[in-house]
């Protein structure tokens, strides 16, 4: 029994001994460790970057030009050449097409372009001029954004003439087409003389001599091209859409001057 105890007895005594020491003794603060929380970034496979809105071209803002109130950029100007009061069918190219109609109402023109992105004009059968200065008023009743309206000059065929564009966010531009190729010797840049959005009225002034062209919206000058490519041909009148919705213009109260050398 006592040889049990020994072996028994004496190491329970002695770990009781260390109890009571480590209960005299101040408890150790514990280590605290912060561990740091990351979380997984995701890495997924390269997919092809899906734009749900085109960017559209910036039009170029030119330095606000000063007009010395007492220039004349229709200068030298003749006799009336032609006044249409647009109550003649048989003056006018008209009809329709899938795509829209150009019809004569009372004393206008009035072009419908129907399809989105579709084109839309009519042609004066005469006279044919070369050297001229020519007003007309444009009134877009169903117009948004960047759709376009305006005047045709010196047309020799579809595929070849001057045209002259209002949009209806206002701002004008000049296209060149020959041949059937299109090209823009004066882009897309803004207006205060265009009123943007529908309905509205503008009216488009062009002064032609030789390859110069000078180009005005509600009498106030915007920009002068020249061009010796088309130096004479027919009026005509057109209509774009550059969206999904329906566009239509009227166009009124004709008239053309000479001018003289």
């Known amino acids: 029994m006592s040889g049990l105890y020994y072996r028994i007895g004496l190491p329970f005594l002695v770990i009781l001994f260390q109890l009571s020491l480590n209960a005299c003794t101040p408890a150790a603060t514990p280590e605290i460790y912060l561990e740091a929380t990351i979380t997984p970034t995701l890495t997924s496979t390269p997919t092809a970057t899906i734009v749900w809105f085109p960017p559209t071209s910036t039009p170029t803002l030119f330095p606000t030009q000063i007009i010395t109130p007492t220039q004349d950029y229709r200068p030298?100007?003749?006799?009336?050449?032609?006044s249409d009061d647009f109550s003649s069918p048989d003056s006018w190219l008209l009809g329709k097409t899938s795509s829209g109609s150009?019809?004569?109402?009372?004393?206008?023109l009035t072009i419908v372009v129907s399809e989105p992105g579709a084109?839309?004009?009519s042609i004066r059968q005469t006279?044919?001029?070369?050297?001229?200065?020519?007003?007309?008023?444009?009134?877009?009743?169903?117009?948004?954004?960047?759709?376009?309206?305006g005047l045709l000059i010196r047309m020799t065929s579809p595929g070849d003439f001057y045209r002259f564009s209002l949009s209806c966010n206002g701002q004008v531009r000049m296209d060149r087409v020959v041949g059937g190729i299109a090209s823009s010797p004066q882009s897309w840049t803004p207006s205060g003389a265009v009123p943007p959005g529908a309905p509205s009225s503008s009216r488009l002034a062009i002064w032609a001599?030789?390859?110069?062209m000078?180009?005005?919206?509600?009498?106030?000058?915007?920009?002068?091209?020249?061009?010796?490519?088309?130096?004479g041909g027919n009026l005509g009148v057109f209509a774009r859409s550059a969206g999904k919705m329906d566009v239509t213009v009227s166009f009124t109260d004709l008239i053309v001057y000479d001018i003289r050398q």
Request: glycine letters at 6%.
């Open 127 to 149: 006279p044919v001029l070369s050297d001229f200065y020519v007003e007309i008023t444009a009134s877009p009743t169903l117009c948004r954004g960047q759709d376009e309206y």
């Open 209 to 212: 001599l030789g390859k110069e």
């Open 76 to 82: 030298n100007l003749g006799e009336v050449l032609l």
């Open 102 to 108: 150009a019809a004569l109402g009372k004393n206008e």
């Open 214 to 231: 000078r180009f005005l919206v509600n009498n106030e000058y915007q920009f002068t091209v020249s061009d010796p490519l088309l130096l």
């Open 119 to 121: 084109y839309q004009y």
